[in-house]
Structure formats: C-alpha cells, structure tokens
C-alpha cells in the first residue's frame, strides 16, 4: 500500500545504508530526475556516516484505518491517512546545534510561492528560533537549476507582510541576495553544511 502525504506526493523512507536507494557512489545532483527530497535524503546519509551531522525525515504519524491478516505472521495496511499536520521535513543536530528546516521547490521562475508553507509550519520554526534552534528553507527552484538554503527570520518576514496585504511570494532576487546558493556537488548532493556555517559565523 503507498502512503501519501497530504498533497499527495507518495511518503518514501530515508535512504540508508540498507536502504535499496542508497550507493556508495553519489550521482551528482546535475543529473535530471532526483527529487530535491531525494537528494537531502542522501546528503543527509553521508554526513551521518562521515560523522558530520545526523539529521533525518521526519516521520507522519498516521492513524490505521483498516489492517488485512492474510496469515498469522503477516498483516497489511490496507487503509491508513495523516493524524495529524506534519511540522517541516527535516531535524537534527549539527555542532551541538538543533536543526530543523523545511525543503520546497517551485517551478516559477521569478518569485517562490509562500503558499508552498502552512500558517503551522511557520509557527513551528518560529518556537525552535525562539529557543535558538538554526532554522531555514532549502529551497529549490527548478527551472534555474538552483538550490537555496533561505535563513528562516527573512521568510518571517515576507509571511509577516503577507498577513498583513504584501504580496503572496519572495521574490526570486531576494532569495539570490538574502540565501545562500548550494552549488551541487558529488558528496554531499547538497551541501547544506556549508551555509549552516556562514550562519553560525
């Protein structure tokens, strides 16, 4: 049975050492077809086994509806949906420093949709800042080829004007100015450590 998440992309487990999506060898994220998802899933691999970071998925809680037991020591799930509101996708420590980001991409070429977050998403990263968690979005925006990671307090601030009637997105030169740009890379995919670090600097 798949399990999707609510908008409906289908819910897949971290790559692990066991996992049939990890390699020793990393493609190199220029390559088309790898979700933004599944590249932070494998960065994440090999920063954990370079003893770097750990930082994982976050796992949905969901609520079991409907359970088959076609034999004594098999059962499947052949009904299951979200409990409750996921927060974002990512937590971890890095440095004795708490982590926790969320990942989007957009296909819009000149603006990142703040529609892409939820009002609860939003108030969870404020709560970790607030207690001096290091929190951001990587962002990627498909048709430059481009990933950001976009320091958490500027997109407060362009969802604080949104409440308050400013426009509905961050511009895509904002992000250029205000982000950091994770050139792509063999190991890690994504190297998002890199930008952490200018940020604890």
């Not at 590249?39 to 954990?48: G, I, K, T, W």
């Not at 949905?60 to 034999?71: G, L, N, S």
């Not at 979200?82 to 296909?107: C, I, M, P, Q, W």
């Amino acid at each position: 049975m798949t399990i999707r998440y609510p908008n409906g992309h289908a819910y897949r487990a971290p790559a692990t050492k066991q996992h049939p999506h990890f390699s020793s060898t990393y493609t190199n994220y220029g390559k088309r077809g790898m979700s933004l998802e599944e590249a932070l899933n494998e960065s994440n691999v090999y920063y954990e086994t370079q003893g770097l970071a750990v930082v994982h998925k976050k796992p949905t809680p969901i609520k079991i509806v409907k359970v088959d037991y076609p034999k004594r020591s098999a059962a499947v799930i052949k009904e299951a949906y979200f409990s409750t509101a996921s927060t974002t996708d990512y937590n971890g420590v890095y440095r004795g420093h708490y982590l926790d980001f969320d990942a989007k991409e957009t296909r819009n070429k000149t603006s990142f949709p703040l529609k892409n977050f939820h009002q609860h998403q939003i108030d969870h990263l404020r709560a970790c800042t607030a207690q001096g968690g290091i929190c951001f979005a990587i962002i990627k925006f498909v048709a430059h080829d481009e990933i950001y990671l976009y320091p958490a307090d500027e997109l407060f601030t362009f969802w604080d004007a949104q409440v308050s009637g400013g426009r509905k997105s961050i511009p895509y030169q904002e992000i250029v100015d205000h982000g950091y740009l994770l050139p792509p890379q063999i190991q890690p995919l994504v190297p998002y450590l890199t930008a952490v670090d200018q940020l604890l600097a």
